[in-house]
């Protein structure tokens, strides 16, 4: 899976959008991104994915720039408990098989009121 | 919205013990995982499994280390001989599989070996 590179840390105003970057350089063409969240020590939570086009949900954002070497995560409007750890992942997507989650040390977002 | 479960929530016990760590996936997922995390450190893959038999383990899964899915609705993790180094959070997850699985994560078991 391709490495991914992510800033330590970054602070969030309360009520305005956290946009969170995601270096994916070395990225192959059957490879997705996934954004995990955890907040303090708990589970890891799913946020959302993409392999090429932008992707919306409920939770946030996804915009994977048109080389797919990079990606942001957008929260749009940034609450207190949206402050965790939040992971970007690469990994091979292949239908029927296992695919483990290889986790870095991610971005600690910090949302201030 | 179903979620993945895991019992207990907290456990503590003596080195040289065995611990079982208890985990029910979501109902129709199909492909099960476990992944600890040390305190301060990165979540870590330990074996996935699916069809009963493991598909992919990482060296840290020694011969300490066993799963199994007992009936249809529980999977756990057995340490057999546990050491000061296996404390941890241990999480489970599980997803349907296909091109886009996503797995989702149980809120853990915090092992704590003394």
Known sequence: DAKTTQPPSMDCAEGRAANLPCNHSTISGNEYVYWYRQ?????PQYIIHGLKNNETNEMASLIITEDRKSSTLILPHATLRDTAVYYC????????????????????????? | EPEVTQTPSHQ?????????????????????????????????????????EISEKSEIFDDQFSVERPDGSNFTLKIRS????????????SSRGGVQETQYFGPGTRLLVL
């Open chain 2, 12 to 52: 503590v016990t003596q080195m040289g013990q065995e611990v079982i760590l208890r985990c029910v996936p979501i109902s129709n997922h199909l492909y099960f995982y476990w992944y600890r995390q040390i305190l301060g450190q990165k979540v870590e893959f330990l074996v996935s499994f699916y069809n009963n």
């Open chain 1, 39 to 43: 907040i303090h020590s708990q589970g």
């Open chain 2, 82 to 93: 546990t050491k000061l180094e296996d404390s941890a959070m241990y999480f489970c997850a």
């Open chain 1, 89 to 113: 992942i690469v990994r091979v997507a292949s239908g029927g098989s296992n695919y483990k989650l290889t986790f870095g040390k991610g971005t600690l977002l910090t949302v201030n009121p």
